[in-house]
C-alpha cells in the first residue's frame, strides 16, 4: 500500500475499472491499481472525478487538499470507522491525571530523540552540541516535576527552542536559519519540516480515524476550533523522529539544493520548494516512511515507519479503553 502524491497542477484523477487513471497537462497517462493505494494527496490544483471520489469513500481512501505551498485545507474520508463508545471515553480523560501521564511520556520521548538527532548530526559535521543537550536534559529532568499542562509546555518549549539552536550549528552553512519560522517558513530548513509536519499530520489523522478515535478530542493540546489535537499530540513523538532528520539528510547530504527553493514576493512572503525540489522531497519523505526499524519497544521483527504509526495508535485506543496512560509506550530512536 502507498500514498498517491499529486504535485502537478491541471492533474485529473479519474477511475476506470479498478484504477486510478491520473492525465496529467503534457498529456501523460498513469493507471494505478485502486488495491495499491491507501491514500491520495493533491498538493496543487488538481481535479477529481465524482466516480473517483465514491470509488476512494467505498475502499476507505482518504483525500487530502493542500495549497501549492502545503497548507492543509481538508479531507475527503469515509465514515465506516466511527467509534462512538470509544470516542466518549476518549473525551472522558480530558483534564484528568491520565491526560498529564499521557502528555509527560509523549514529551519525555520527543527529547530523547531530538537528542538522537542533534548527536548524529554534530558528530557528521564535526561540531559540538554538548552544551545545548546539557541544558535540555535539565529541561528533560522537569518533566516529571510538572504538575499542570501549562507547566509541562513551557518546559517542552525551551527545549524546542534549544534543539533548533543545535542544528541550525550542524547544518551547512550555505542553509544557515535562525530558529523555527512558521506560516510562513522563511528559510529552507523551514520550509522542508513545514511541509514534512503538515504531511505526517495528515497521515497521522487518517490513523486515529482508522482507529475509530476522534482526531479533535486530544489530551496534551488544549481544545482549539477547527483543530485536531489529538493528532497534534500524536505528532510530538515522530517530528524530530521523521521530518527533522529527514529535512537534515537531504540537506546535508546534498540531496537537495538552494535552486530546489523560490522565495515569495511581498503580498505572498516566505520560503517554498520549486517543482523539482517538491519530487525531491516527496520521494524522500515516502522512502523514509517505508523504512524498516525496530524502535518499538513491543514489536521483535522490523517493521516500517507507517506501520510504526499506525501500531502506535493502536495501543493508544487500548490505553483509553482501559483510561491507562502507562500501556502507551513512545517511539525511542537510538
Not at 158 to 165: I, P, T, V
Not at 216 to 242: C, K, Q
Not at 293 to 307: D, H, M, P, T
Request: one cysteine or more.
Amino acid at each position: 500500500m502507498s500514498i498517491l502524491y499529486v504535485s502537478d497542477a491541471g492533474t485529473e484523477l479519474g477511475i476506470e475499472e479498478n484504477r486510478i487513471v491520473a492525465h496529467y497537462p503534457d498529456g501523460m497517462k498513469r493507471m494505478i491499481p485502486i488495491e495499491t493505494v491507501e491514500s491520495i494527496t493533491l498538493l496543487t490544483k488538481a481535479h477529481i472525478s465524482v466516480p473517483c471520489m465514491e470509488a476512494c469513500l467505498k475502499r476507505g481512501i482518504s483525500v487530502s487538499f493542500f495549497s501549492k505551498g502545503g497548507r492543509y485545507f481538508g479531507r475527503l474520508l469515509s465514515t465506516g470507522h466511527v467509534n462512538a463508545a470509544l470516542q466518549r471515553k476518549q473525551s472522558a480523560l480530558y483534564d484528568t491525571p491520565f491526560a498529564l501521564a499521557f502528555a509527560k511520556r509523549i514529551i519525555h520521548a520527543k527529547t530523547r530523540n531530538q537528542v538522537v538527532v542533534m548527536r548524529r548530526y554534530a558528530h557528521s559535521r564535526g561540531v559540538d552540541v554538548e552544551d545545548l543537550i546539557s541544558k535540555m536534559l535539565v529541561f528533560g529532568k522537569k518533566l516529571d516535576t510538572a504538575d499542570t499542562m501549562e507547566q509541562l509546555g513551557g518546559y517542552e518549549g525551551q527545549c524546542a527552542k534549544l534543539y533548533f539552536r543545535g542544528l541550525a550549528i550542524c547544518i551547512e552553512p550555505e542553509f544557515a536559519f535562525h530558529g523555527r519560522s512558521r506560516r510562513p517558513p522563511m528559510d529552507e530548513f523551514n520550509s522542508l519540516i513545514s511541509l514534512g509536519y503538515s504531511i505526517l499530520m495528515n497521515e497521522i489523522y487518517a490513523e486515529i480515524e482508522n482507529k475509530g478515535l476522534n482526531p479533535y478530542f486530544g489530551f496534551m493540546h488544549r481544545d482549539a476550533e477547527n483543530h485536531p489535537t489529538l493528532a497534534s499530540d500524536i505528532i510530538e513523538e515522530w517530528r524530530a523522529v521523521l521530518i527533522d532528520s529527514m529535512a537534515m539528510s537531504l540537506i546535508n547530504g546534498h540531496e537537495i539544493s538552494k535552486e530546489d527553493f523560490r522565495m515569495g514576493d511581498d503580498e505572498h512572503p516566505g520560503c517554498f520548494l520549486t517543482k523539482n525540489g517538491l519530487n525531491i522531497f516527496l520521494k524522500k519523505l515516502e522512502k523514509k516512511l517505508q523504512s524498516q526499524v525496530k524502535y518499538l519497544s513491543y514489536v521483535s521483527n522490523a517493521i516500517s515507519f507507517r506501520r510504526a504509526i499506525a501500531l502506535q495508535l493502536g495501543r493508544l485506543s487500548e490505553a483509553i479503553r482501559r483510561g491507562e496512560a502507562e500501556l502507551y509506550e513512545p517511539i525511542i530512536i537510538r
